[in-house]
Nanobody, 124 residues
Framework: QVQLVESGGGLVQAGDSLRLSCAASIQIFSSYYIAWFRQAPGKEREFVAAIRWSGPSTFYANSLKGRFTISRDTAKNTVYLQMNSLKPEDTALYYC?????????????????WGQGTQVTVSS
């Protein structure tokens, strides 16, 4: 069973940067994807970005491309989300998750393991 633990969230001001981390408890098989989602109060869970564990394929929500960068360190079993030029609308609980299948997907139902989330709050 895979355990995913997010960290790195916090309270920042608009324009600041944050790097989130998602540490996996065991080695991820190379064909799976690890993704970041976010959920703001009263809104549905939203796909942010994903990376194939074996690399180098990455995918981003169109609205976030250019500000957010996903990467991974296989030696540390960790996936990162670098977030730059943060905006108040980026405020949300950020989750990482692993795909059920060996294909990229933006649907939360296609992910079988989830972390507990890390809160990102951006003040204006």
């Amino acid at each position: 069973q895979v355990q995913l633990v997010e960290s790195g969230g916090g309270l920042v001001q608009a324009g600041d940067s944050l790097r989130l981390s998602c540490a996996a408890s065991i080695q991820i098989f190379s064909s799976y994807y690890i993704a970041w989602f976010r959920q703001a109060p009263g809104k549905e869970r939203e796909f942010v970005a994903a990376i194939r564990w074996s690399g180098p394929s990455t995918f981003y929500a169109n609205s976030l491309k250019g500000r957010f960068t996903i990467s991974r360190d296989t030696a540390k079993n960790t996936v990162y989300l670098q977030m730059n030029s943060l905006k108040p609308e980026d405020t949300a609980l950020y989750y990482c998750a692993k795909t059920k299948y060996n294909t990229i997907t933006v649907m939360p139902s296609d992910y079988d393991y989830w972390g507990q989330g890390t809160q990102v709050t951006v003040s204006s």
